[in-house]
């Protein structure tokens, strides 16, 4: 007999070792999310997947699959919570999304239009983090970091070259680069690193690449990041990367 819980009143199968996450978009149900990328390991940092199981919230990237356990994803409650932790990342930085070159492919800017948010209601802190543009090939922007810390665990889980880290705590955190300066340039970062791919914002970016793809032609631009999310990791599922 095939295990199931209940998500939104639908019943969801699953298989053993699956979080709720993975269970829910399989079977085509989008749970947002922003520091998660299901081709590595779950970390819920950003808390943006936040569900409830049997009344009591846990991140669905890292919340096991139960036998029929009762989950609510999409609720005005919970959609209110995640509209408030996207108005505070866009606070805590510096977000100008008609200029920034990651505009379209943004999952925090496409995250705040599939949830309805209209405006930042907390007051802006306009932080000024050093950026760094020494590397010939990458750059880093700390303004637009988010501290997901995808690229600090991919950069150490799988290219083995541990560049970034978390330093610092509470507003003071920042994301820093491992190397004897502190800057890319003395460090071994490269343009084909895991971790350069995976950041959600346009915190790290390569060079000379911004703009390649004309914004109104960018894959959130043309769907909203629900549909291309479901539809990319049906293409995982399948062996395909979009």
Same mark, same amino acid.
């Given at each position: ?55 009591r ?41 008609p ?22 209601h ?34 150490r ?11 610092? *705590? ?5 994301? %820093? ?5 502190? $800057?890319?340039?003395? !460090?071994? &970062? +490269? ?16 060079? *000379? ?5 004309? %914004? ?5 631009? $043309?769907?909203?990041? !629900?549909? &291309? +999310? ?5 293409g ?7």
């Amino acid at each position: 007999m095939e295990n199931t819980f209940s998500l939104d009143g639908k019943e969801i199968p699953f298989e053993p070792g699956q979080t709720v996450w993975d269970a829910a978009m399989a079977a085509g149900v989008y749970i947002p999310h922003l520091c998660h990328n299901p081709d590595y390991e779950p970390h819920s940092s950003c808390r943006l997947c936040t569900i409830t199981v049997n009344g009591r919230p846990f991140a669905a990237c890292t919340q096991p699959a139960v036998a029929d356990q009762l989950v609510h994803n999409n609720t005005p409650e919970l959609n209110a919570m995640r509209r408030t932790i996207l108005q505070m990342l866009f606070v805590e930085g510096n977000h100008y999304c008609p200029s920034c070159e990651k505009s379209g492919n943004c999952k925090l800017q496409s995250s705040a239009y599939d949830l309805g948010m209209q405006d930042n209601h907390f007051p802006q802190l306009f932080p000024h983090r050093e950026p760094d543009s020494s590397h010939p090939d990458v750059i880093l922007d700390r303004d637009r970091c988010i501290l997901c810390g995808l690229c600090v665990r991919v950069s150490r889980d799988v290219d083995k070259k541990s560049i970034f880290a978390i330093a610092n *705590r509470g507003i003071k955190s920042e994301l %820093i680069v491992n190397s004897p300066s502190g $800057k890319l340039v003395d !460090s071994k &970062v +490269s343009v084909d690193d895991e971790a350069m791919k995976v950041c959600p914002v346009g915190s790290l970016m390569i060079k *000379r690449k911004g703009f390649e793809v004309p %914004i109104g032609q960018r894959d959130y631009d $043309k769907e909203p990041i !629900s549909v &291309v +999310s479901l539809r990319q990791f049906q293409g995982r599922k399948e062996g395909r990367h979009e």
